[in-house]
């Protein structure tokens, strides 16, 4: 049964409150040429300010609480995440960086003919194995097997993101803290919480949060510089 008319007003107004309005989410992700995903960042950034504020307002605790932590990082990762992959292949996929990350050298097996390769096969022959011939060339990888970690160490180095220091005058690395961010996401699980611990996981959603502000300053600062924005 949901809640009274009333009751449901004072929860929104308690939420929405001293959080920013649309205008200013959209000033943030004005760097995102492709209206519908900077609508959906957007989206995304709102709904986990409500909820933070939802869950602050109840004072959630026990298995509550660590939901609302759990579902911080969850988001945040997806924020991270789908801004380093649309920078990169939006305005560096001319970059050598670029084509560093997105292609690797690997062994290619040569097709012989059967009666030469049994040939070669009676010749070449090691420690009781048989031996193939092989070139290496150089192939795109697929985009799936290219990792997020992989992902922000290009972004590091074309300067989108780099260590700084904070208000505390603490050295932060901004990209491992975006990697282990990311990485918790895909360990989150029963498992994982009982080897790291709820402070743990508090204390990565608090980062995930406090992180996003020098994130995308530095984005959008490096690709002003690029003369990828116009001034």
């Known amino acids: 049964m949901p809640f009274k008319e009333e009751t449901k007003k004072e929860i929104y107004e308690y939420c929405n409150n001293h959080l920013a309005d649309e205008a200013w989410y959209q000033h943030e992700f004005d760097f995102i040429a492709n209206e519908k995903l900077r609508d959906r960042l957007v989206a995304e950034f709102r709904a986990i300010r409500f909820a ?82 092989f070139y290496y060339d150089r192939k795109e990888k697929e985009g799936t097997s290219i990792r997020f970690d992989s992902k922000c160490k290009t972004a590091e180095k074309l300067g989108l993101i780099h260590t700084f220091q904070n208000e505390n005058s603490e050295q932060i690395n901004l990209t491992e803290e975006i990697i282990t961010i990311y990485s918790y996401r895909n360990g989150i699980h029963i498992i994982a919480e009982q080897r790291k611990g709820i402070q743990y996981e508090l204390d990565l959603s608090k980062k995930a949060y406090r992180r996003m502000r020098p994130f995308i300053d530095q984005v959008k600062q490096q690709l002003t510089k690029d003369g990828k924005l116009a001034t």
Do not use: W
Not at 58 to 66: G, K, S, T, V
Not at 97 to 114: A, G, L, N, Q, R
């Open 52 to 133: 933070y504020k939802l869950y602050e307002g109840i004072e959630a605790q026990d298995e509550n609480y660590l939901f609302e932590i759990r579902c911080q990082i969850l988001s945040y990762a997806t924020l991270y995440e789908a801004v380093i992959d649309y920078v990169l292949y939006t305005y560096y996929s001319d970059s050598i960086e670029f084509d560093e990350m997105t292609h690797h050298t690997i062994p290619v097996k040569i097709d012989i003919p059967k009666e030469k390769r049994e040939k070669l096969e009676k010749e070449l022959c090691h420690n009781g194995k048989q031996l193939s011939a």
